[in-house]
């Protein structure tokens, strides 16, 4: 039975993966922040771990738990959103903590076990890491990174026999938008140089949720990339996920800008 451990598997992408992958026949090593969560996981058959993927005595501690592990699953993350001065550089710093230097973290602690069983990692990464909007800059500049990180880690872990593929999901039917949404809430208030154009802010942090694809449908497509005798370096799944780097890619710089403007109310002056 291969061994899978998913970080971030509360609700949402990571709680669709643990079920896609336990019904393929994976024993599923999840992982949670509440302990709440934990017990949910528990109670429906999975093995949890309640866990901070920033606090690297509890990876420490998890690394002597874990035994071989075919396949990690770096999901953990959430969305910051609103201007990146209101949120200044304590939000990108948090933001940052948790959906990139976790990666690091996370792996680091695992790459034994990962060794041990020529694994593979899976980084969940986002289409906003190509398609970057106002208003969701420091989650934009998070998944770039993860981009990044994914191709070094592919070439450095090559030699070991341990593979890397990144996951970039378009618009996906979770959470994620509800939870974004209360961070915007954090920032958007009258002493911001943006009040004038909240609007613009929330409609950016409910985008995700433009037609979404169910969770489930995504989590089968990642198990599908997984279990291929060669798993993609790229895996863009969920709607909106292949449309909107193209666009990026295609469109002339100056008009792509334009368009986003006007879909966030930043066309006019304040």
């Known amino acids: 039975m291969p061994n899978v451990l998913i970080t971030g598997c509360s609700s949402g992408i990571g709680r669709a993966l643990a079920d896609a992958f336990k019904a393929a026949g994976y024993h599923v090593l999840t992982s949670a922040r509440r302990e709440a969560d934990v017990i949910a996981l528990n109670d429906a058959g999975f093995q949890a771990v309640l866990l901070d993927v ?6 420490q501690t998890l690394a002597t738990q874990v035994g071989e592990l075919d396949v990690l699953i770096n999901n953990a993350g959430y969305g910051a959103m609103g201007p990146l001065l209101d949120g200044g550089t304590d939000a990108l710093q948090r933001q940052f903590e948790t959906n990139v230097f976790s ?31 106002p208003f969701a800059g420091a989650y934009c500049a998070s998944k ?9 880690l592919r070439m450095e872990l090559a030699p070991f ?15 994620f938008a509800k939870n974004a949404g209360a961070q915007a809430e954090l920032l958007i ?3 911001s140089p943006w009040w004038p154009i909240r ?9 995700s949720q433009d037609k979404p694809t169910p969770a489930a449908q995504f989590a089968a497509e990642v198990l599908k990339a997984v279990q291929h005798p060669r798993p993609p370096r790229l895996l863009r799944a969920g709607n909106g996920s292949r449309a909107l780097p193209l666009m990026a890619a295609l469109l002339p710089k100056g008009l792509l800008e334009r368009v986003l403007k006007k879909r966030f109310g930043l ?3 304040l």
Do not use: C, W, Y
Request: charged share 15%; proline share 3%.
């Open 54 to 59: 920033n606090d690297s005595t509890a990876l």
């Open 103 to 133: 990666i690091v973290g996370v792996t680091q602690a695992l790459f034994p076990a990962l060794r041990r069983s020529k694994g593979l990692v899976v980084n969940i990464g986002s289409v906003s890491g190509v398609l970057v909007t």
């Open 144 to 152: 770039a990174a993860v981009h990044a990180l994914s191709d070094a």
């Open 161 to 175: 026999g341990v593979r890397v593929m990144e996951v970039q999901p378009g618009a996906i039917n979770t959470s």
């Open 189 to 191: 208030n009258e002493q």
């Open 199 to 207: 609007d613009g802010i929330r409609a950016r942090s409910q985008a």
């Open 267 to 269: 066309e006019r002056s």
